[in-house]
């Protein structure tokens, strides 16, 4: 998946602000600009394989032997041969002793089956598995009634949707799937503002919290529409998530400061905030795929799938908390 989140995913697992700023200058000049694809011998061989394998009987051919999965999966002629020119330039960087290069803004990974990138793919799943297992642990545990309930099911689901195009996107890398992993990573930063917020204000003033939602919606709207009809600009998108990133950062630190002395489970909030952006630290180390499957991205993910039970530990002590403060009348803080 690309890359994203504070408080997201259902934990904040792809952008998280301060270590995003850090993060920013890199990917801006790195993105889409890799020196492995800019090859004099890997362009000429994507040229020479496609005009030999990828027209006439030769794509037939391609077409009837290729595996099904590979074909639903969107692999094409060119795709494949871009794939096996990736392995012969690595191979030459090698042999003259050059380290190894990226190539369309990342590494080269061995794919697996229709898996283009396999350990990313399973670390996406299974965090989309702990987030799912964890809003249903929520649901059984926490009755309808209490005043989150239903904002937290509805941030779980913008956060499954969000690993569900994440486990797409490093399946298959398309146009596509690119989009909708970083669109629907941004939404999920957002309603972790809009959750925060109802949490924090909107309780007592529902007003203001309504207002924030129309607000982040708008806000949503735009960024989409500029970076679909107007630039991708992949230097804009990582800003845009830093800035919202940051804002969710410091409001959930906030609350956490103000309700030390008064919630007794305070800590695991702020011990989740600490961690996602301690983990997201991960992704400075930016070295080549070990046994060409795991890199620094895939252990970012892999790393951030318990961080779930404790995120959502906190939100089921809260709730339980809220309904019962609801039921004795007791002021929400």
Request: proline residues 4%.
């Amino acid at each position: 998946m690309a890359s994203a989140v504070m408080l997201a995913r259902c934990t904040s697992v792809r952008f998280p602000a301060v270590a995003t700023a850090v993060l920013l200058l890199l990917y801006i000049s790195t993105v889409h600009a890799s020196q492995g694809d800019k090859e004099p011998v890997y362009r000429d061989c994507v040229k020479q394989c496609v005009g030999s394998n990828c027209t006439g009987a030769r794509l037939r051919s391609f077409q009837s032997s290729q595996p099904q999965y590979m074909a639903l999966t969107g692999w094409t002629c060119r795709d494949d041969c871009r794939y096996q020119c990736m392995w012969t330039t690595v191979g030459l960087y090698q042999a003259e002793g050059y380290s190894v290069p990226q190539f369309h803004g990342k590494w080269p990974f061995v794919r697996f089956l229709c898996f283009e990138d396999p350990a990313s793919a399973l670390a996406s799943l299974l965090n989309g598995l702990a987030c799912l297992l964890m809003l249903l642990r929520y649901r059984s545990t926490v009755p309808r009634q209490s005043p989150m309930y239903h904002t937290i099911n509805a941030f779980s689901l913008v956060s499954l949707n969000a690993w569900f195009w994440s486990t797409v996107f490093h399946t298959r890398d398309t146009y596509l799937t690119e989009k909708m992993d970083y669109f629907c990573a941004t939404a999920v930063i957002l309603y972790s503002i809009y959750l925060c917020c109802v949490r924090t204000l909107g309780l007592k003033r529902p007003g203001v919290s309504s207002m924030v939602g129309v607000l982040l919606i708008l806000a949503f709207t735009s960024h989409v529409s500029y970076l679909t009809f107007v630039s991708f600009d992949y230097g804009y998108n990582m800003a845009a998530n830093t800035s919202i990133g940051m804002v969710n950062l410091l409001w959930w630190l906030c609350w956490c400061w103000q309700n030390r002395r008064t919630l007794p489970y305070w800590w695991k909030c702020g011990l989740v905030v600490v961690l996602l952006h301690g983990l997201a630290l991960l992704e400075l180390l930016d070295f080549p795929p070990m046994f060409w499957i795991l890199d620094a991205h895939a252990v970012w993910h892999l790393s951030t799938v318990p961080v779930h039970f404790l995120f959502y530990s906190f939100l089921i002590d809260d709730s339980l908390y809220l309904l019962n403060t609801e039921k004795m009348g007791v002021k929400v803080e």
